[in-house]
């Protein structure tokens, strides 16, 4: 059975850093496309941030774009998301998700696979 689970979110203040985990079990996070979402109370889900399966390309959303780093470990089996400068708009449940990587990177439609998401409250 596939899982994803994340970790690492919490509370911090605006400027302040967190580091998202994803492990994965089951899948090979090189051969998925992975990517980053985030669900704020009474919003849709939106993609952040991906990355290819082959690791050489990456998406991001205009908002985080020179704030947020995806990356990920193979050996360890996991993706992260390297957030600096947060703001409190970054507040969110964020979530991990997988799908497969003929898809189009940047896009929520085609992920197969989804955690249970953090949640990261950035205060002002």
């Known amino acids: 059975q596939v899982q994803l689970v994340e970790s690492g979110g919490g509370l911090v203040q605006t400027g302040d850093s967190l580091r998202l985990s994803c492990a994965a079990s089951e899948i090979a996070v090189n051969m998925y496309n992975m990517g980053w979402f985030r669900q704020a109370p009474g919003e849709e889900r939106e993609i952040v941030a991906a990355i290819s399966a082959t690791g050489g390309r990456t998406y991001y959303e205009d908002s985080v774009k020179g704030r947020f780093t995806i990356s990920r470990n193979s050996v360890q089996n996991t993706v992260f998301l390297q957030m600096n400068s947060l703001k409190p708009e970054d507040t969110a449940v964020y979530y991990c998700?997988?799908?497969?990587?003929?898809?189009?990177?940047?896009?929520?439609?085609?992920?197969?696979?989804w955690g249970q998401g953090t949640q990261v409250t950035v205060s002002s």
């Open positions: 998700a997988a799908k497969p990587d003929y898809l189009a990177l940047n896009t929520i439609s085609g992920y197969r696979y």
